[in-house]
């Protein structure tokens, strides 16, 4: 399966574009302002990778059923399917850290920045599988996903209801990458982080389970 969804991506080039050309907008657009552009970078990431989830796994929902009814694992073909969009966004998250390192003088933790691209791909895949289950077309799902990334900027990071929001570890771990003397940020990102991860692959994965698992008929004999 992860061979599939990888030649189902190749096939679509214009969303592979967007995928690597829209955080470039994002990181550009807060140049100026160092800590603000890692943090849009992470959410343009995040974004691209959960759209491009939401594509993959709308637009294989046919394919999944045949593959289940003639034997395949439910399981599989939803992992197989993430790792798939996870090594799409390993190497988006290499290709943006590698602009970090051109254009940013002065990062204190260069390995906070590594932190933040990875933690925000591996929770934007799941979190893309999640949107499809709920909204089932590309472009109601993707529109969805832009208003929540919308939220993570506009919001106030210091609100209770802030940490609601899917990437709001962004923040932390950004603050942890670009501040001195932010130390105090890295604990309370990752926390989020692995419960945002944790949350968004259970439900994603046991509704997978549940939608493609066959039903088992009983044949006349079997009727009483």
């Known amino acids: 399966m992860t061979a599939t969804t990888l030649r189902e991506v190749v096939r679509r080039p214009t969303a592979l574009l967007l995928v690597f050309a829209l955080p470039l907008v994002f990181y550009l657009v807060r140049l100026d302002v160092p800590w603000q552009a890692i943090r849009f970078l992470a959410i343009g990431v995040g974004w691209a990778i959960a759209t491009l989830s939401l594509f993959s796994h709308?637009?294989?929902r046919h394919l999944d059923q045949r593959l289940a009814v003639v034997g395949a694992s439910p399981s599989a073909l939803f992992l197989g399917r993430q790792l798939a969009l996870l090594g799409i966004g390993?190497?988006?998250a290499a290709c943006y850290l590698g602009v970090v390192l051109l254009t940013q003088d002065e990062i204190p933790r260069m390995g906070g920045i590594v932190l933040l691209l990875v933690t925000t791909v591996l929770i934007s895949a799941p979190l893309g599988a999640l949107v499809s289950?709920?909204?089932?077309?590309e472009?109601?799902?993707a529109l969805a996903l832009l208003s929540v990334m919308a939220l993570q900027l506009l919001v106030d990071p210091e609100e209770r209801a802030?940490?609601?929001l899917p990437l709001w570890s962004t923040r932390e771990l950004s603050a942890y990458a670009i501040e001195?003397?932010?130390t105090a940020s890295l604990a309370p990102g990752l926390a989020h982080f692995a419960a945002t991860l944790a949350l968004?692959?259970?439900?994603g994965w046991a509704a997978s389970v549940i939608r493609l698992?066959?039903?088992?008929l009983a044949t006349p004999g079997e009727r009483h």
């Open 58 to 60: 709308v637009s294989s």
């Open 90 to 92: 390993a190497v988006v």
């Open 133 to 137: 289950l709920i909204i089932g077309r």
């Open 139 to 141: 472009l109601e799902g």
């Open 162 to 164: 802030a940490g609601l």
């Open 180 to 182: 001195d003397h932010a």
């Open 200 to 203: 968004c692959t259970a439900i």
């Open 213 to 216: 698992t066959p039903v088992r």
